[in-house]
């Protein structure tokens, strides 16, 4: 059975940093693109940060450029999402999904997500 | 990036009946569109990729149509435990974008 389950969501004030993991299980791990959405309370889903299964690719939606890095440890089946100068508006849900066998970025399975409060 | 603009925003319904949601792309995304199923307090679950195939496990009660710009996600005969929230989501450009869902509430 394939699982993701993220860790690492905390309190944070503006200005501060988080890394997020995702452990992954029941596949093999490196053979996927995998992926970060959030979602903002009150506010609809939003694609964050993908990576290539090897690593050596990987995209961001402008909101977050600068400031997010992904990246993921194949021998750990974990993906990572390093999170600095973070704002109030980053407050979120942060889900890790797999990505379709083709590849494309859509999610096939999902975690249950980690909470990120960003709030002085 | 592209805008994905679903409609109704909530649907009133009652069991065992069929429903249609719609969802419109500001520009043409071929058939690289999913569904979601999005329960309070849970992941999204993928239901449709590519506008129209079912990912594995998903009941034949759902469905969805359409390419281009303009797509219809279909559930035939309403259960209990669709009562829940609804997202489309286009991956033919990047960054892949989300509509704003669409409630199926009991009527």
């Known amino acids: 059975e394939v699982q993701l389950v993220e860790s690492g969501g905390d309190l944070v004030q503006p200005g501060g940093s988080l890394r997020l993991s995702c452990e992954a299980s029941g596949f093999n791990f490196r053979d996927y693109w995998m992926n970060w959405v959030r979602r903002a309370p009150g506010k609809g889903l939003e694609w964050v940060a993908n990576i290539k299964q090897d690593g050596n690719e990987k995209y961001y939606v402008d909101s977050v450029k600068g400031r997010f890095t992904v990246s993921r440890d194949n021998d750990k089946n974990t993906l990572y999402l390093q999170m600095n100068s973070l704002r109030v508006e980053d407050s979120a849900v942060f889900y890790c999904a797999r990505s379709g066998d083709e590849g494309y970025d859509y999610g096939a399975k999902w975690g249950q997500g980690t909470l990120v409060t960003v709030s002085s | 990036e592209r805008v994905m603009t679903q409609s109704p925003a909530t649907l009133s319904v009652s069991p065992g009946e069929r429903v249609t949601l719609f969802c419109n792309a500001s520009?043409?995304?071929?058939?690289?569109l999913a569904w979601y199923q999005q329960r309070p307090g849970q992941a999204p679950r993928l239901l449709i990729y590519?506008?129209?195939n079912r990912a594995a496990g998903i009941p034949a009660r759902f469905s969805g149509s359409g390419s281009g710009t303009e797509f219809t996600f279909t559930i035939s005969s309403l259960q209990s435990e669709d009562f829940t929230v609804y997202y489309c989501q286009q991956y033919n450009n990047w960054p892949p974008t989300f509509g704003q869902g669409t409630k199926v509430e009991i009527k």
């Open positions: 520009q043409g995304v071929n058939s690289n």
């Open positions: 590519g506008a129209s």
